[in-house]
C-alpha cells in the first residue's frame, strides 16, 4: 500500500482509471488502483504459463498446496485463469509441531473454498517418522534435509494424484534468491539448468506459474482477494545463506528497481545460448532402495537414512 507523496491524506491516483491506488508498481513507475492491480497480476501470469507452455491438453496439474500464501494465491489463480484445467491439490505433512497444523486446515479450506480434490501424504507415512523426530539434535540441517524430504514427498504424491506436472508457488524473489545461490555456490549445473528442464531427471516436471511475480505482489495479491488468516512461521531456523541472499536481493531492488526480474531474465537467456555445451548428465538408474530415479546406488533422500553411514548420512540410521 502507498503513502500519499502530495500531502493531501489521499492515497495516489491510479494512472490507468483515476480510482484510488494501491500499488506502486516501480518499475513502470505507475500506480494501481486494486481491480488494475489485480487484473495485471493476472495478466502477467497468464504470460507466465504461455511463454513457457507450462500447461498442455490432457494435463493434470498437481499444485502444491502448503497452505501459505504463495501456494493459496496459486491455487486461486490457476483456478481462475484455467477453469477448465483438470487440478489437485497435494499438500505434504513434514510433522511440524505448533506450525503444520494451522496450514493443513488452511489448505483444507481453500480446497474444500474451490472445490478441488486434496490429497495429503505425511513424512510419518512415507518414511515413518516426522521432520521434528528426524532433525532431533541437527536442527541446523533443517532445511537442506526437509528440502531434500520434501522434494521425493512431493513427487510421490503427485504420482499417486495421476498428475503429469507439479505445480509450484515459487514466486520471483525465490527464483532469483535461488539463481544467485547457484552461482555463490558455484553449481554449474544449476546455472546452466533451463526453466524448461525443470523437475527433469526422471521427476514429475514442475512448473512455477508466479516465477515473475514479485513476492510483495503475491502477497498483496491474497489480500486484496481476502484469502488470507493469520499463519504461524515454520519454527526451524531458514538457511542461512538463503537468508543473506535475501537481504542483499531486497537492499538492491529498493535502489535498483528490477534487479530481481533482471538476474532470473538473465539466467533463462544465459542457460538459452549455452545450452548446446556438453553437459557432464551422469546415467539414471533406479535407486536400490525407493525405486526412485537417481545417479547413485541410493537416492538423496535414501541416503539421509543410509545405515551404511558416509559422508551423505545427514540422519541417525533407526527409523
Ligand atoms: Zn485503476
Ligand atoms: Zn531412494
Known sequence: MEANPDGTGRPPACDLCGRPGVYL????????????????VEGRVNHTIQKYVMVQPGDRLAVALSGGKDSTVLLHLLRRLL????????????????????????????????????????????????????LKGQPDRACSICGILRRKALNTI?????????????????????????WLRGDRERVLRRPEENGGHGFIPRVK???????????????????????????????????????????????????????????????????SIPRASRPLRACERCGDPTTARLCQACRLFDPEGGPGTLVSPER
Open 209 to 275: 506459474p508466479l516465477r515473475e511475480i514479485p513476492e510483495k505482489e503475491v502477497a498483496l495479491y491474497g489480500i486484496l482477494k481476502g484469502l488470507f488468516v493469520e499463519l504461524p512461521e515454520c519454527p526451524y531456523m531458514h538457511s542461512a545463506l538463503r537468508g543473506e541472499v535475501r537481504g542483499i536481493l531486497t537492499t538492491l531492488e529498493r535502489g535498483h528497481p528490477g534487479t530481481m526480474r533482471r538476474v532470473v531474465e538473465g539466467q533463462v537467456r544465459l542457460s538459452r545460448q549455452l545450452s
Open 83 to 134: 477453469p477448465d484445467a483438470d487440478l489437485a491439490a497435494v499438500t505434504v505433512d513434514e510433522g511440524i509441531d505448533g506450525y503444520r497444523d494451522a496450514t493443513l486446515r488452511s489448505a483444507g479450506a481453500t480446497t474444500r473454498g474451490l472445490g478441488i480434490e486434496h490429497q495429503t501424504l505425511s513424512f510419518l507415512d512415507l518414511y515413518g517418522k516426522t521432520l521434528d523426530e528426524i
Open 158 to 182: 503427485a504420482r499417486r494424484a495421476g498428475a503429469s506436472k507439479l505445480v509450484t508457488g515459487h514466486n520471483l524473489d525465490d527464483e532469483a534468491q535461488s539463481v544467485l545461490m547457484n
Open 25 to 40: 508498481d516501480r518499475i513502470q513507475n505507475r500506480h494501481l488502483c486494486s481491480d488494475h492491480f489485480v487484473g495485471d
